[in-house]
């Protein structure tokens, strides 16, 4: 407002807004939720990679569907009362075993494209590379 008196010459009074509310489902994060945004993340940059540099050797494999399968054994079981807490572990224990697998992958394929397997082309891809062997080196 105080921009908008001296420049249209307005006394600024008063002032009328207008808004839109969309109603959306909210997503509460859960653990497991989260593992597999990562995973969905992860592979995902994996797979812009091998579609950079082409397929060399092993190719990127997908745990999407697996791991969806997991969140959701995890969801039914978490829902169940006490009996459920055995499929419950077993489900953590599954999802994790997934996301273990995708970061295990993710290393293998920033490590090809750093010692030259693969070739890191666009900046994109070498930032991506740069950024994965910096925080690979703090842990």
């Known amino acids: 407002m105080e921009l908008a008196i001296p420049a249209l010459r307005v006394q600024g009074r008063r002032a009328r807004v207008d ?4 109603e959306t489902n909210i997503h509460y994060p859960t653990d497991s939720t989260l ?15 091998e579609a950079t540099t082409g397929i060399l050797g ?3 494999r997908n745990r999407l569907r697996a791991t ?6 995890i969801v ?3 829902r169940r009362q006490h009996p459920g807490r ?4 077993e489900g953590y224990r599954r999802l994790l075993a997934l996301a273990r697998a995708t970061i295990r992958e993710a290393r293998r394929v920033v490590h090809e494209v750093a010692t030259g397997v ?3 082309t666009g900046a994109r891809a070498r930032r991506l590379v740069a950024r ?3 925080t690979s080196a703090a842990h």
């Open 19 to 22: 808004t839109t509310v969309v």
């Open 35 to 49: 593992l597999a945004d990562g995973i969905r993340v992860v592979t995902r940059a994996m797979r812009r990679i």
């Open 76 to 78: 039914r079981a978490s």
């Open 68 to 73: 969806r399968r997991r969140v959701w054994e």
């Open 86 to 89: 055995p499929r419950l572990v």
């Open 132 to 134: 994965s062997y910096q």
């Open 118 to 120: 693969r070739q890191a």
């Open 58 to 60: 092993r190719r990127v």
